[in-house]
């Protein structure tokens, strides 16, 4: 018997079309749900700029995001849509701990 297992990511476009294609096939399937870090939204610190940019943590330990520079901390540049350069110093934090209580 041929049996296939295999994890694939899925677009989340394509979610509901490949799942109906799996159930009405014989096949079981797994949900994983997996959480991606945690997006923070900044305003540009340019003078009369002030426009939202995204950032995420460079790892799952530097979680808290600071503006000035701290001991510990992992700098990282991002451009707001102007093109300004902000810079972000993520300090270590307990904001992973909660993703694994559950193991
Ligand atoms: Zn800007």
């Known amino acids: 018997m041929n049996c296939l297992s295999e994890v694939v990511e899925v677009p989340e476009r394509a979610f509901l079309g490949l799942v109906e294609g799996y159930l009405s096939g014989n096949y079981r399937l797994y949900l994983v749900v997996e959480e991606l870090s945690q997006k923070k939204t900044f305003s540009c610190k340019e003078k009369g700029c002030g426009k939202p940019f995204d950032a995420y ?7 808290i995001p600071r503006l000035e520079s701290a001991e510990g901390a992992v700098d990282r540049t991002y451009k ?5 350069e ?3 110093f993520w300090l270590k934090g307990a904001g992973h701990a909660f993703l694994t209580t559950h193991r």
């Open 57 to 63: 943590p460079p790892d799952d330990e530097h979680v």
């Open 80 to 84: 707001c849509p102007e093109g300004h």
């Open 86 to 88: 902000n810079t972000i």
